[in-house]
Every structure is written in structure tokens, then in C-alpha cells.
């Protein structure tokens, strides 16, 4: 009976390497990975990488922003909170509080969600423009950031950018579009 243990351990274990094994190889982008001794060339190749952001009033700003999987991440972070915010409204709505403030919460929920599907048709209007991908979302006091993977982002095209969130998000908005390389 001992045997059969340390022989079902031992193919799990054996198991569980391959699997990580295959994981690494198969994994694109392995360059992210960092030793000790290329660590200085990591932070020269990370402020390579800067992005530029063009706001409102035409001020270039630079900020930093790393390959495909910063999308990725702004995009489920960016759900996470919208997910809890509809929760919490939901459950105001299915609470027993006042009548004005279930109506409050029901009508919050509906502008998030007629927000996110704002947001998402401009991502996809955009997109359409030829740009490989870009990210949309809405900060506090109406502030929206654009951002969008090109190589170069004239200021025309961040202008022109600007306008389709205007046309699609309405006026009142402070716009602020960035672009972050393509990746090669």
C-alpha cells in the first residue's frame, strides 16, 4: 500500500512538471521573463516602451504601458469594478430600503450598463479605423481615456479619435487618448 503512494505522488508530481513545462514553452512572450543579470536591459527595454497621451488641450504626456496582456488587464480590471458596482446596486434594489432609493439604485445600474456598451461600440468604431486594438473606459467627473495600440499616433488622429468618443459618448467629456506600440 506504501508503494502504490509514493508511486501515485510521484507521477503526479511528474505529471505536474510536464504540464508547467508545456505551459513555459508553449506561453508567447517568454522574453518577459527576468534574470538576475539582464535585469538592466529589462528597465532600458520597459521606458523604451513609453506611450504618449494626448489630452484634451493637447498636451503630450508620456506613461508606460507594457504589451498585449496590459489590455487584457485593463479590460478585466475595469469589468471587475463594473461587475461590483452593478452587484451593489442590485442588491439596494432587492433590499427593503425607500422607494427613491431603489429607483436611484435601478437607474445608476442602467447608466453603467449603457455605459459599458457605449464604451465597447466605440472600441469596435475604432478598431474599424484600422487600429489593432484600443481600450476604452470612463474615469470619475467624466473623464474618458482612449487608449490605442499603433506605432505613432499624430495628433490628427488623436483628434480625430477624440471626435468619434465625442460622437459616440456624447459631449461633456474630457477626453484623454494614448497609444501604446504594437508589439512586434
Known sequence: M???????WLLT??????????YYIMTPGTDNVAF??????SQDEATSNEAEETNAEGDVVSSSLSSDEAFAALR???QEQRDAAIEDYTAVI???ASADLRNEAHEQRQELMALS???SVLENVIKSEGYSDAVVYTLENDKVRVIVKADQLSNEEANNIMVLAQEQLGDGHQIAVE???VAK
Open 2 to 8: 506504501v508503494l502504490k503512494k509514493q508511486t501515485v
Open 13 to 22: 508530481m511528474l505529471s505536474l512538471i510536464i504540464v508547467l513545462s508545456a
Open 36 to 41: 538576475v543579470g539582464d535585469q538592466e536591459q
Open 76 to 78: 478585466l480590471e475595469i
Open 94 to 96: 432587492a433590499s427593503e
Open 117 to 119: 456598451q457605449q464604451e
Open 179 to 181: 497609444f501604446q506600440p
